[in-house]
């Protein structure tokens, strides 16, 4: 008879996994707004080395040698061009910028907070064609499209519809039982 054993691997993983997690921070989402739109033209690095070397070469001769280096590298994106990507950038800020400006300025104690100086700042100026009315729906949509419906279709057939035969039955109503089958 076997006796079942534990596996150790599982085991360790699975506690690796466990601290791994105790570990980790939340993901953020990422605001598209304020981001520069991933406008890297290309990368410039620098870098000094030293390194130590000790070796035996296998004929009873012992080396060491000691080398410096200086590494400079250029790292090119491929896609569209610094300028385009740097304007395009620049004409998405302004686009939300032009859609946020009426609510800015339209709300005088943004003025006041520090918080919002360089917004407000951006937002002086720009004034709007027409003021945009921010209106909540009132009454039922599916009332309104109901109504709509029968006033388009008069003779339709529907249980709100005054032609219709239709009619809804009394709440205590007991539906008749199925005919059987012959067979």
Do not use: H
Request: proline share 6%.
């Amino acid at each position: 008879m076997e006796v079942a054993r534990m596996n150790y691997y599982f085991t360790g993983a699975l506690i690796i996994l466990i601290c791994l997690l105790a570990f980790m921070g939340p993901a953020y989402p990422r605001n598209e707004y304020l981001n520069d739109g991933n406008t890297r033209c290309g990368e410039i690095d620098l870098s000094v080395s030293n390194r130590d070397y000790d070796y035996n070469d296998y004929n009873s001769s012992y080396s060491n040698s000691d080398t410096q280096e200086f590494r400079l590298t250029f790292r090119k994106y491929l896609g569209t061009d610094c300028k385009t990507s740097k304007e395009n950038a620049q004409l998405k800020q302004q686009l939300e910028l032009m859609k946020m400006c009426n609510k800015v300025n339209r709300n005088p104690s943004l003025a006041q907070n520090e918080n919002f100086a360089l917004l407000v700042s951006k937002c002086r100026g720009v004034v709007p064609e027409v003021d945009e009315v921010e209106t909540m729906p009132t009454g039922s949509l599916w009332d309104e499209l109901k109504d709509d419906y029968i006033k388009a279709n008069p003779d339709s057939k529907s249980m709100d519809n005054n032609n219709s035969t239709l009619k809804m039955p009394p709440k205590d109503y007991i539906l008749p039982l199925p005919k059987p089958k012959d067979e």
